[in-house]
């Protein structure tokens, strides 16, 4: 298993308009923790520009297909994504 980075640039009306796709962004992310696969997810503040989200899957078709079929991304709120491999030195547990 393998560390990737989902990293979100959000659009400057992000906040305002989130509530209504909230829910369902939110359910995605649930079912991939549920899987194992999203280990940790949050938005950046000060500013809210940004989210990440971080995932230990095999590869990374994985993250690409989670960002594709995020309600976020389809509705424009994330106007950028990116997926990165990180590699985690203190803290990775034994698989």
Do not use: C
Request: aromatic share 12%.
């Amino acid at each position: 298993m393998r560390y990737f980075a989902l990293i979100y640039h959000v659009a400057e009306d992000y906040v305002s308009r989130r509530a209504a796709f909230r829910e369902e962004h939110l359910e995605l992310a649930r079912a991939a923790h549920r899987r194992g696969e999203l280990i940790l997810a949050g938005a950046f503040s000060e500013p809210a520009d940004r989210a990440l989200l971080v995932f230990r899957t095999p590869d990374a078709s994985v993250v690409e297909d989670f960002a594709r079929n995020d309600v976020y991304v389809k509705q424009g709120l994330v106007t950028r994504w990116e997926v990165r491999p990180w590699n985690v030195v203190i803290g990775d547990e034994p698989g």
